[in-house]
């Protein structure tokens, strides 16, 4: 019941704003109610929803997609009179339930799956990458347990901002960049040719700092700067696998 106050005071004060989410709580609540027969439902704002070409007027209505288990080979199949009027019976029921407490009146469709696990999959492939976009990446390795989880999913720039959260984190311990041996990790191989070794041994907050050797000698030369996101993929990859110990 809270919850259902909660979004009853939500809708009074931002009466205007987009209830997607909002839908969706109420009716996640729902399918887990009737987990034996739906899968998920699936809400569109009006303006995300496709406009055909012979429409006059845009969407004006949420639409909702039940996932039904009810396509070829479930316990469901073929559909009996008896069955179409239980899915019909849930659409009605979700209707009024959105109805009563968005005052929304949503458009109602259907799609039917052998089971649960068919969706499964298709689920995971577009929230993974929804949370990383939400969350940032940080966030999203704490909300799933395990950055190799999310990895397949993640763009080289995702890479990118983790390093940077992870250093800025870690900065505001230290006080600004910091060496690799302030937190116990050696220097990074960057490059080498006959003359010169170069390696990374500091991270800023936007760039690594690259130190240079005399190859044959072993003296420190200078160093220059490179930001993270002009750093070599592997580079990059194992800057990730540092950090994510600290």
Not at 22 to 42: A, P, Q, R, S
Not at 59 to 87: C, D, E, L
Not at 232 to 242: C, G, K, N
């Amino acid at each position: 019941m809270n919850l259902r106050h909660d979004i009853k005071r939500i809708l009074r004060e931002e009466s205007n704003k987009d209830l997607t989410q909002v839908i969706e709580t109420l009716l996640e609540g729902f399918v887990n109610d009737h987990k034996d027969i739906l899968c998920k439902v699936e809400v569109n704002h009006p303006d995300k929803r496709v406009v055909r070409p012979y429409q006059e007027y845009p969407h004006k209505n949420y639409r909702a997609t039940f996932y039904f288990i009810g396509g070829y080979g479930s316990s469901n199949w073929p559909a009996t009179q008896a069955v179409m009027v239980k899915f019909d019976k849930l659409m009605n029921e979700a209707w009024e339930l959105i109805y009563n407490y968005t005052g929304q009146t949503l458009e109602m469709f259907t799609k039917h799956v052998k089971s649960c696990d068919d969706i499964i999959k298709e689920s995971k492939d577009s929230s993974i990458p929804k949370m990383i976009k939400t969350l940032g990446v940080s966030d999203a390795i704490k909300y799933f347990g395990n950055y190799y989880t999310i990895e397949p999913y993640l763009k080289e720039i995702d890479k990118v901002n983790f390093i940077k959260e992870k250093v800025d984190e870690i900065s505001e311990e230290l006080g600004g960049g910091f060496g690799l041996v302030e937190i116990n990790e050696e220097p990074i191989h960057f490059s080498e040719d006959e003359d010169e070794l170069r390696q990374i041994e500091y991270l800023g907050k936007t760039r690594v700092t690259i130190d240079v050797y005399d190859a044959v000698m072993g003296s420190h030369m200078g160093i220059y700067h490179i930001f993270y996101e002009g750093l070599p993929s592997q580079i990059i990859e194992e800057l990730v696998e540092i950090l994510l110990n600290h």
